[in-house]
Protein backbone atom coordinates (compact mmCIF):
# COMPACT_ATOMS: atom_id res chain seq x y z
CA UNK A 1 0.00 0.00 0.00
CA UNK A 2 1.49 3.51 -0.96
CA UNK A 3 2.09 5.56 2.20
CA UNK A 4 1.87 9.20 2.01
CA UNK A 5 4.71 11.62 2.91
CA UNK A 6 4.96 12.41 7.10
CA UNK A 7 4.90 16.07 6.35
CA UNK A 8 2.16 15.77 3.76
CA UNK A 9 -0.99 16.40 5.34
CA UNK A 10 -4.09 13.84 4.35
CA UNK A 11 -6.78 15.24 2.35
CA UNK A 12 -9.78 14.30 4.53
CA UNK A 13 -7.89 16.27 7.42
CA UNK A 14 -9.50 19.70 6.14
CA UNK A 15 -12.85 18.71 6.34
CA UNK A 16 -12.03 19.31 10.17
CA UNK A 17 -11.13 23.35 10.09
CA UNK A 18 -11.80 25.83 10.47
CA UNK A 19 -15.19 26.07 12.04
CA UNK A 20 -17.07 29.49 12.30
CA UNK A 21 -16.70 29.19 15.83
CA UNK A 22 -13.93 29.71 18.81
CA UNK A 23 -12.90 26.52 19.58
CA UNK A 24 -12.42 25.97 15.71
CA UNK A 25 -10.16 28.94 15.23
CA UNK A 26 -8.47 28.46 18.58
CA UNK A 27 -7.82 24.86 16.96
CA UNK A 28 -6.33 26.30 14.10
CA UNK A 29 -3.94 29.00 15.82
CA UNK A 30 -3.15 25.99 18.34
CA UNK A 31 -2.18 23.91 15.39
CA UNK A 32 0.67 26.24 14.36
CA UNK A 33 2.08 25.61 17.94
CA UNK A 34 5.44 23.73 17.65
CA UNK A 35 5.73 20.78 19.83
CA UNK A 36 8.11 19.97 22.86
CA UNK A 37 8.41 18.09 25.62
CA UNK A 38 5.96 18.30 28.81
CA UNK A 39 7.62 19.65 31.68
CA UNK A 40 4.77 19.92 34.64
CA UNK A 41 3.67 16.32 34.75
CA UNK A 42 6.18 13.65 36.10
CA UNK A 43 4.01 10.84 34.79
CA UNK A 44 3.78 12.29 31.33
CA UNK A 45 5.61 11.63 28.48
CA UNK A 46 6.75 13.21 24.58
CA UNK A 47 6.67 9.92 22.14
CA UNK A 48 9.79 10.33 20.04
CA UNK A 49 8.83 7.93 17.06
CA UNK A 50 9.36 10.53 13.89
CA UNK A 51 6.37 7.71 12.41
CA UNK A 52 3.75 8.76 15.34
CA UNK A 53 2.49 11.89 13.61
CA UNK A 54 -1.21 11.92 14.30
CA UNK A 55 -1.58 9.98 17.50
CA UNK A 56 -5.44 9.62 17.63
CA UNK A 57 -5.98 7.30 20.14
CA UNK A 58 -4.45 5.82 23.89
CA UNK A 59 -4.47 2.46 25.76
CA UNK A 60 -2.40 1.41 28.50
CA UNK A 61 -1.40 -1.77 28.85
CA UNK A 62 -1.75 -4.21 31.72
CA UNK A 63 0.45 -6.69 30.53
CA UNK A 64 3.15 -4.50 30.20
CA UNK A 65 3.63 -1.53 32.68
CA UNK A 66 4.37 1.55 31.89
CA UNK A 67 3.46 0.92 27.65
CA UNK A 68 0.74 2.56 25.80
CA UNK A 69 -0.49 1.77 22.47
CA UNK A 70 -1.79 4.32 19.92
CA UNK A 71 -1.88 4.40 16.27
CA UNK A 72 -1.91 7.27 13.82
CA UNK A 73 -5.23 8.85 12.21
CA UNK A 74 -6.46 8.20 8.83
CA UNK A 75 -4.92 6.17 6.34
CA UNK A 76 -1.59 5.55 7.71
CA UNK A 77 -1.57 1.58 7.51
CA UNK A 78 -2.74 -1.23 10.07
CA UNK A 79 0.03 -0.39 12.54
CA UNK A 80 0.06 -0.29 16.32
CA UNK A 81 2.28 1.59 18.40
CA UNK A 82 3.39 0.14 21.46
CA UNK A 83 5.34 3.00 23.33
CA UNK A 84 7.16 3.04 26.64
CA UNK A 85 6.45 6.12 28.58
CA UNK A 86 9.30 5.61 30.51
CA UNK A 87 11.39 6.63 27.53
CA UNK A 88 8.84 7.67 25.07
CA UNK A 89 10.41 5.22 22.79
CA UNK A 90 8.42 2.94 20.84
CA UNK A 91 9.18 -1.07 22.14
CA UNK A 92 7.18 -2.70 19.89
CA UNK A 93 5.31 -2.38 16.14
CA UNK A 94 2.08 -4.25 15.53
CA UNK A 95 1.04 -4.80 11.93
CA UNK A 96 -2.82 -5.88 11.45
CA UNK A 97 -3.50 -8.57 8.84
CA UNK A 98 -7.33 -9.91 8.19
CA UNK A 99 -8.40 -6.54 8.06
CA UNK A 100 -9.25 -4.64 4.80
CA UNK A 101 -7.67 -1.45 4.34
CA UNK A 102 -8.22 1.05 7.46
CA UNK A 103 -9.89 4.23 6.45
CA UNK A 104 -9.80 6.87 9.19
CA UNK A 105 -8.60 4.97 12.63
CA UNK A 106 -9.52 7.47 15.55
CA UNK A 107 -9.57 5.16 18.86
CA UNK A 108 -8.03 2.36 20.75
CA UNK A 109 -8.95 0.60 24.30
CA UNK A 110 -8.19 -2.39 25.79
CA UNK A 111 -10.99 -4.81 27.15
CA UNK A 112 -10.87 -7.93 29.12
CA UNK A 113 -8.56 -10.98 28.76
CA UNK A 114 -5.88 -8.48 27.43
CA UNK A 115 -7.76 -8.00 23.88
CA UNK A 116 -7.38 -4.77 22.08
CA UNK A 117 -9.99 -3.16 19.96
CA UNK A 118 -9.20 -0.53 17.39
CA UNK A 119 -11.71 1.66 15.98
CA UNK A 120 -11.60 2.80 12.58
CA UNK A 121 -14.60 4.78 12.89
CA UNK A 122 -14.17 8.42 11.72
CA UNK A 123 -15.85 10.06 8.56
CA UNK A 124 -14.47 13.16 8.11
CA UNK A 125 -16.66 13.53 5.55
CA UNK A 126 -19.80 14.19 7.57
CA UNK A 127 -21.08 10.89 8.50
CA UNK A 128 -21.67 9.50 4.83
CA UNK A 129 -20.34 6.25 4.98
CA UNK A 130 -22.52 3.29 5.49
CA UNK A 131 -20.64 1.25 7.96
CA UNK A 132 -17.39 1.51 9.74
CA UNK A 133 -15.57 -1.27 11.46
CA UNK A 134 -13.52 -2.08 14.76
CA UNK A 135 -10.69 -4.54 14.59
CA UNK A 136 -10.06 -6.72 17.93
CA UNK A 137 -6.88 -8.66 18.27
CA UNK A 138 -4.75 -10.11 21.25
CA UNK A 139 -2.33 -7.68 23.31
CA UNK A 140 0.81 -9.43 22.05
CA UNK A 141 2.82 -11.04 25.36
CA UNK A 142 6.24 -9.98 23.76
CA UNK A 143 7.10 -6.96 22.96
CA UNK A 144 9.00 -6.93 19.43
CA UNK A 145 7.83 -5.48 15.89
CA UNK A 146 5.75 -8.33 14.81
CA UNK A 147 2.25 -9.54 12.25
CA UNK A 148 -1.09 -10.48 14.38
CA UNK A 149 -4.17 -11.44 12.75
CA UNK A 150 -7.38 -9.28 13.98
CA UNK A 151 -10.27 -9.77 13.33
CA UNK A 152 -12.86 -7.60 11.79
CA UNK A 153 -16.26 -6.36 12.75
CA UNK A 154 -18.90 -4.37 10.63
CA UNK A 155 -20.64 -1.42 12.64
CA UNK A 156 -23.44 0.46 11.55
CA UNK A 157 -26.00 2.74 14.44
CA UNK A 158 -29.12 2.48 15.02
CA UNK A 159 -30.14 6.36 13.93
CA UNK A 160 -27.70 6.51 10.36
CA UNK A 161 -23.89 7.19 9.58
CA UNK A 162 -21.94 9.56 12.00
CA UNK A 163 -18.64 10.69 12.53
CA UNK A 164 -17.07 9.16 15.67
CA UNK A 165 -13.23 9.17 17.14
CA UNK A 166 -13.84 7.32 20.88
CA UNK A 167 -14.72 3.89 21.04
CA UNK A 168 -14.17 2.39 24.77
CA UNK A 169 -14.73 -1.32 26.04
CA UNK A 170 -15.90 -2.27 29.22
CA UNK A 171 -13.15 -3.84 31.49
CA UNK A 172 -15.48 -6.03 33.16
CA UNK A 173 -18.47 -6.81 30.34
CA UNK A 174 -16.36 -6.44 27.57
CA UNK A 175 -19.09 -4.79 25.91
CA UNK A 176 -18.13 -1.83 23.47
CA UNK A 177 -19.35 1.53 23.78
CA UNK A 178 -18.88 4.69 20.43
CA UNK A 179 -19.71 8.06 21.67
CA UNK A 180 -19.75 10.21 18.32
CA UNK A 181 -18.53 13.70 17.79
CA UNK A 182 -20.99 16.42 17.26
CA UNK A 183 -19.99 20.07 17.69
CA UNK A 184 -24.19 20.38 19.54
CA UNK A 185 -23.21 17.54 21.53
CA UNK A 186 -23.41 13.75 20.95
CA UNK A 187 -24.20 10.80 22.00
CA UNK A 188 -23.33 7.53 23.84
CA UNK A 189 -23.96 3.93 21.65
CA UNK A 190 -23.71 0.78 22.86
CA UNK A 191 -22.78 -2.70 20.72
CA UNK A 192 -24.46 -6.09 20.41
CA UNK A 193 -23.15 -8.63 23.64
CA UNK A 194 -21.37 -10.11 21.39
CA UNK A 195 -19.75 -8.76 18.46
CA UNK A 196 -20.42 -10.62 15.42
CA UNK A 197 -17.56 -11.16 12.37
CA UNK A 198 -20.24 -12.45 10.25
CA UNK A 199 -23.08 -10.03 10.06
CA UNK A 200 -23.60 -6.17 10.68
CA UNK A 201 -23.08 -5.18 14.71
CA UNK A 202 -25.33 -2.35 15.42
CA UNK A 203 -24.71 0.03 17.79
CA UNK A 204 -27.95 1.85 19.90
CA UNK A 205 -27.95 5.31 21.50
CA UNK A 206 -27.95 4.80 25.48
CA UNK A 207 -27.67 8.10 26.40
CA UNK A 208 -26.79 11.75 25.63
CA UNK A 209 -23.63 14.01 25.91
CA UNK A 210 -24.28 16.82 25.75
CA UNK A 211 -22.27 20.28 25.58
CA UNK A 212 -19.24 17.93 24.49
CA UNK A 213 -17.76 17.45 20.59
CA UNK A 214 -15.71 14.01 22.33
CA UNK A 215 -12.83 13.09 20.65
CA UNK A 216 -12.22 9.98 23.08
CA UNK A 217 -13.19 8.57 26.18
CA UNK A 218 -12.36 5.65 27.95
CA UNK A 219 -13.37 3.30 31.17
CA UNK A 220 -11.51 3.44 34.74
CA UNK A 221 -9.55 -0.06 35.30
CA UNK A 222 -12.41 -1.01 37.58
CA UNK A 223 -15.22 -0.10 35.09
CA UNK A 224 -17.10 2.11 37.86
CA UNK A 225 -16.46 6.08 35.18
CA UNK A 226 -16.20 7.25 32.16
CA UNK A 227 -13.73 9.80 30.85
CA UNK A 228 -14.63 11.79 27.63
CA UNK A 229 -13.03 13.81 26.13
CA UNK A 230 -12.89 17.20 23.91
CA UNK A 231 -10.58 19.66 22.25
CA UNK A 232 -10.74 21.75 25.11
CA UNK A 233 -12.52 20.10 28.21
CA UNK A 234 -13.65 16.86 29.50
CA UNK A 235 -16.52 15.34 31.85
CA UNK A 236 -16.09 12.11 34.31
CA UNK A 237 -18.83 10.14 35.12
CA UNK A 238 -20.06 8.05 37.01
CA UNK A 239 -20.85 4.63 35.03
CA UNK A 240 -23.69 3.67 37.26
CA UNK A 241 -24.54 0.80 35.28
CA UNK A 242 -24.81 2.34 31.90
CA UNK A 243 -26.77 5.10 32.89
CA UNK A 244 -24.24 7.53 32.98
CA UNK A 245 -24.19 10.14 36.11
CA UNK A 246 -21.62 13.64 35.57
CA UNK A 247 -19.57 13.59 38.31
CA UNK A 248 -17.46 16.76 37.64
CA UNK A 249 -15.78 18.42 34.78
CA UNK A 250 -12.47 16.54 34.20
CA UNK A 251 -9.01 19.16 34.19
CA UNK A 252 -8.34 18.57 30.38
CA UNK A 253 -4.53 19.99 29.65
CA UNK A 254 -4.56 22.57 26.75
CA UNK A 255 -3.11 20.98 23.86
CA UNK A 256 -2.32 21.53 20.17
CA UNK A 257 -4.80 18.88 18.70
CA UNK A 258 -5.94 17.36 21.89
CA UNK A 259 -7.35 13.43 20.48
CA UNK A 260 -6.86 10.83 23.13
CA UNK A 261 -7.70 9.80 26.34
CA UNK A 262 -6.85 6.67 28.64
CA UNK A 263 -6.46 5.93 32.78
CA UNK A 264 -3.51 4.57 33.46
CA UNK A 265 -3.45 0.66 35.11
CA UNK A 266 -4.23 1.97 38.25
CA UNK A 267 -6.59 4.42 38.05
CA UNK A 268 -5.40 7.30 39.52
CA UNK A 269 -4.45 9.45 36.21
CA UNK A 270 -5.96 10.13 33.66
CA UNK A 271 -3.40 10.07 30.53
CA UNK A 272 -4.55 12.78 27.44
CA UNK A 273 -2.35 12.77 24.42
CA UNK A 274 -2.32 15.28 21.80
CA UNK A 275 -1.97 14.96 18.08
CA UNK A 276 1.79 16.02 16.21
CA UNK A 277 5.20 15.05 15.62
CA UNK A 278 7.13 14.67 19.20
CA UNK A 279 3.43 14.87 20.83
CA UNK A 280 3.42 14.89 24.82
CA UNK A 281 0.56 12.80 26.70
CA UNK A 282 -0.01 14.74 30.07
CA UNK A 283 -0.90 12.95 33.25
CA UNK A 284 -3.60 14.29 35.23
CA UNK A 285 -4.66 13.23 38.83
CA UNK A 286 -8.89 11.56 38.67
CA UNK A 287 -11.10 13.83 40.25
CA UNK A 288 -12.34 12.72 43.61
CA UNK A 289 -10.41 9.77 45.53
CA UNK A 290 -8.07 9.64 42.91
CA UNK A 291 -8.18 5.87 42.79
CA UNK A 292 -10.42 6.30 39.54
CA UNK A 293 -12.91 3.69 41.56
CA UNK A 294 -15.81 6.30 41.76
CA UNK A 295 -17.31 9.07 44.02
CA UNK A 296 -16.88 12.87 43.41
CA UNK A 297 -14.66 15.14 44.65
CA UNK A 298 -12.86 18.46 43.73
CA UNK A 299 -10.88 19.01 40.84
CA UNK A 300 -7.58 18.62 40.76
CA UNK A 301 -4.33 21.17 40.50
CA UNK A 302 -6.27 23.39 37.78
CA UNK A 303 -3.38 23.44 35.31
CA UNK A 304 -0.54 24.06 37.97
CA UNK A 305 2.01 21.98 39.05
CA UNK A 306 3.79 21.84 42.24
CA UNK A 307 6.11 24.47 41.59
CA UNK A 308 3.30 26.72 40.00
CA UNK A 309 4.19 26.38 36.64
CA UNK A 310 0.80 26.04 34.11
CA UNK A 311 0.37 22.46 32.77
CA UNK A 312 -0.18 22.68 28.57
CA UNK A 313 0.98 19.48 27.78
CA UNK A 314 2.95 20.67 24.85
CA UNK A 315 5.80 22.80 26.61
CA UNK A 316 4.75 25.78 24.73
CA UNK A 317 4.20 29.41 26.83
CA UNK A 318 0.22 28.98 28.08
CA UNK A 319 1.02 32.92 28.02
CA UNK A 320 1.47 32.26 23.93
CA UNK A 321 -1.63 29.55 23.95
CA UNK A 322 -3.92 32.33 25.84
CA UNK A 323 -3.29 34.69 23.37
CA UNK A 324 -3.81 32.74 20.60
CA UNK A 325 -7.70 32.13 21.96
CA UNK A 326 -7.55 35.74 22.63
CA UNK A 327 -6.89 36.30 19.17
CA UNK A 328 -9.71 33.97 17.75
CA UNK A 329 -12.01 35.44 20.08
CA UNK A 330 -11.30 38.49 18.62
CA UNK A 331 -11.64 37.01 15.15
CA UNK A 332 -15.43 36.07 16.40
CA UNK A 333 -15.91 39.27 17.60
CA UNK A 334 -14.84 41.09 14.88
CA UNK A 335 -17.28 38.33 12.37
CA UNK A 336 -20.13 39.06 14.26
CA UNK A 337 -20.09 42.76 14.24
CA UNK A 338 -19.26 42.81 10.51
CA UNK A 339 -22.22 40.52 9.76
CA UNK A 340 -24.35 43.08 11.41
CA UNK A 341 -23.02 45.69 10.08
CA UNK A 342 -23.57 44.42 6.87
CA UNK A 343 -26.53 45.88 4.52
CA UNK A 344 -29.17 42.89 3.78
CA UNK A 345 -29.80 42.13 0.32
Do not use: C
Not at 215 to 223: I, K
Amino acid sequence: MRRRPLNRPHPLRRFRAPRAGLAGLAAVLLAALPAAPAAADEDGFTMKDTRITESSGLAASRQHPGVYWTHNDSDDGAFLYAVDSRTGETVATVTLTGVGTPRDVEAISMGPGNKLYVGDIGDNLGGTWAYVWIYELPEPKELKDQTIKATQYVVTYEDGARDAEALMVHPKTGRVYIADKNEEGGSLYEGPADLSSSGTNVFRKVASVPDLEVTDGAFSPDGKQLALRAYFGGILYDWNGGTIKKVERLNVPLQRQGESVTFDTDGSKIMYGSEGSGSSVVARDVPGDGSGSGGSGSSSSGGKDSGGTAADGEGTSSTFKVGALAVAGGIVVLWGFRRLRRPSS
